[in-house]
C-alpha cells in the first residue's frame, strides 16, 4: 500500500461526457502528480501540483483540467471525453525525501464507449 | 527535449540474467530511476541511481549508468517468474517532475 488513494478505480462512461478523477496523496506529502496510461502512448505526465500551486504541466488536453486543495487532495477533470481518453489515470505523490520518488495510486481505470 | 526510450518486450527463462536498457536526453537529471508495475497495480519504485554514480547494486538488482551515452540499464539476477512484469525506466526533471520511457514487458518463462 503506497498510501495514495485513488477514486473511483473504474469508471464506464459515454463519449461527450465528463467525469471526476480524486486522489489523496500520502500524509504529509505536498506534491501530486498526474500521468495518463494507455496502451499505445505509455505513461504520459499529465499536471503537477505543488501545495496547492500549479508546478508543472505536460501532455494535459484543454478538455481537462485538474487543481490540488488546501486539504492537498487533487481532483482531475475530464470533459467532453472521446473514445481515446480510455486509459488508466494515476496519481502520485512526491516523498519529502530529496531522492524524488514517486508513490502511486492504483489508478482509476476509464473507460469510453 | 525530455524523452526516455526503452525496448518494449524481454522475455528469459527463469534463473537466468534480464538485463534492460534505456536511453533518456536530460543531462541535468539528478535521478535516474526503475519501477516496477504488475498486473493491476500502481508503479512501485524499484531502485534509483544518483546521477554521479556508475553502479548500484542491491540484493539481485544491478543498476549501471553511462552518462556519456545517457544510457541506464537494470540487470535483475537469477530472474524469477515473480520478476514478471513492466519495468519503468525514468529520469528526473528541474522541475521535479519524472519523465518515463514507454517499459519494457518482462516475460519470465518456467
Known amino acids: 500500500d503506497s498510501g495514495v488513494t485513488q477514486t473511483p478505480k473504474h469508471l464506464i462512461t459515454a463519449t461527450g461526457q465528463r467525469v471526476t478523477l480524486r486522489c489523496s496523496p500520502r500524509?504529509?506529502?505536498?506534491?501530486v502528480y498526474w500521468y495518463q496510461q494507455s496502451l499505445d502512448q505509455g505513461l504520459q505526465f499529465l499536471i503537477q501540483y505543488y501545495n496547492g500551486e500549479e508546478r508543472a504541466k505536460g501532455n494535459i488536453l484543454e478538455r481537462f483540467s485538474a487543481q490540488q486543495f488546501p486539504d492537498l487532495h487533487s481532483e482531475l477533470n475530464l470533459s467532453s471525453l472521446e473514445l481515446g481518453d480510455s486509459a488508466l489515470y494515476f496519481c502520485?505523490?512526491?516523498?519529502?525525501?530529496?531522492?524524488?520518488?514517486?508513490?502511486f495510486g492504483e489508478g482509476s481505470r476509464l473507460t469510453v464507449l | 527535449g525530455e524523452d526516455v526510450e526503452q525496448s518494449l518486450f524481454l522475455s528469459v527463462r527463469e534463473g537466468d540474467s534480464s538485463v534492460i536498457n534505456c536511453t533518456y536526453t536530460?543531462?541535468?537529471?539528478?535521478?535516474l530511476y526503475w519501477y516496477k508495475q504488475e498486473p493491476g497495480a500502481g508503479l512501485q519504485l524499484l531502485t534509483y541511481?544518483?546521477?554521479?554514480?556508475d553502479m548500484k547494486q542491491d540484493q539481485r538488482l544491478t543498476v549501471l549508468l553511462n552518462k556519456k551515452d545517457k544510457h541506464l540499464s537494470l540487470r535483475i539476477a537469477d530472474t524469477q517468474t515473480g520478476d514478471s512484469a513492466i519495468y519503468f525506466c525514468?529520469?528526473?526533471?528541474?522541475?521535479?517532475?519524472?519523465?518515463f520511457g514507454q517499459g519494457t514487458t518482462l516475460q519470465v518463462k518456467p
Open positions: 502520485a505523490s512526491m516523498g519529502t525525501e530529496n531522492t524524488g520518488e514517486l508513490f
Open positions: 541511481i544518483f546521477s554521479n554514480m
Open positions: 525514468a529520469e528526473s526533471t528541474p522541475t521535479g517532475k519524472l519523465i
Open positions: 536530460d543531462s541535468s537529471s539528478t535521478y
Open positions: 500524509s504529509g506529502d505536498l506534491s
